[in-house]
């Protein structure tokens, strides 16, 4: 492997939204029965792809919507040990040992974690058909988990008795990013919020079998300042907001991210990542 102390950006593709300009709504992604289809068209677009590597204390969630937590193991030593498999002690030790990080991190009164998941799959997971989500993998295209009122339904739909008094004070929803084992290959690209207008993003439902969510597809632009960790360790948590109920501008309020092709890295296996999604209360 390559000296992981030297920043290494990347030439690469990233795949975004084919938008074809006519007010069209974007293909839907479909989940059920262990199975996702996702059909939306995507075009290639050529960017570059910064290393934080020297800098990573200097981006943080207010300002660009990102923060890399470094030098935190996980106190969830079961799932380590078990390589995070045992989908039981994933839901008890791990999500207790994100919510410890992420309240030290915000200073949030409460946190939720509503979703996780396990990617150590091919990055074409994707066309397996039946069945693909238990090889699930990285997700080669441009978006935000959740859209401005998508972000708002998942609030009503894990806490509807509490939802309205929730919603009055100041929340988020931030995703916490951990190698399972070090990354070389697929890496996670995050764009800085400032960077992204809101007029870039596209609103698109995720179809369930008894809801709808709604996620932002993202549309090209030069003006897309991305980055990454280079050699990301399972010591290191990537933060990323992808709601913020603060929208006056004063703070980042969601961050596209995907992940990328690294030709240096194409030999490497298949990336290992969990990732955790929780809602974030604050007292005021």
Avoid at 131 to 150: E, F, I, K, M, T
Avoid at 180 to 208: C, F, G, H, Q
Wanted: hydrophobic share 35%; with cysteine.
């Amino acid at each position: 492997m390559t000296d992981t102390s030297t920043p290494l950006n990347v030439e690469t593709v990233l795949n975004y939204y084919d938008d074809p300009g006519d007010g069209t709504e974007p293909t839907p992604v479909v989940i059920g029965q262990g199975t996702v289809t996702n059909e939306r068209k995507m075009a290639q677009v050529p960017v570059t792809v910064h290393d934080m590597t020297g800098r990573e204390d200097t981006f943080t969630l207010n300002t660009h919507g990102f923060q890399l937590v470094r030098n935190r193991p996980t106190e969830a030593t079961a799932c380590l040990a078990d390589g995070f498999h045992d989908v039981g002690l994933i839901k008890s030790d791990y999500f207790d040992d994100c919510v410890s990080l992420l309240k030290q991190e915000t200073g949030a009164s409460r946190v939720f974690v509503f979703d996780h998941k396990v990617r150590r799959g091919p990055a074409d997971w994707h066309s397996l058909g039946k069945g693909n989500a238990s090889q699930r993998g990285p997700l080669h295209r441009v978006h935000v988990d959740q859209s401005y009122d998508g972000a708002a339904f998942l609030v009503k739909w894990y806490l509807p008795d509490e939802a309205e008094a929730l919603l009055r004070k100041h929340w988020q929803i931030i995703n916490a990013w951990r190698p399972i084992n070090t990354v070389y290959k697929d890496p996670l690209a995050v764009a800085d919020a400032r960077s992204v207008a809101d007029s870039d993003l596209v609103e698109a439902r995720v179809i369930y079998r008894d809801h709808e969510r709604r996620t932002w597809t993202v549309k090209a632009s030069p003006t897309h300042q991305w980055h990454y960790k280079h050699a990301q360790t399972p010591d290191e948590v990537m933060l990323i907001k992808c709601f913020d109920s603060i929208g006056d501008g004063s703070v980042a309020r969601r961050v596209p991210h995907s992940a990328f092709y690294d030709a240096q890295y194409d030999y490497a296996p298949p990336r290992e990542s969990i990732e955790i999604r929780a809602l974030i209360f604050y007292d005021v």
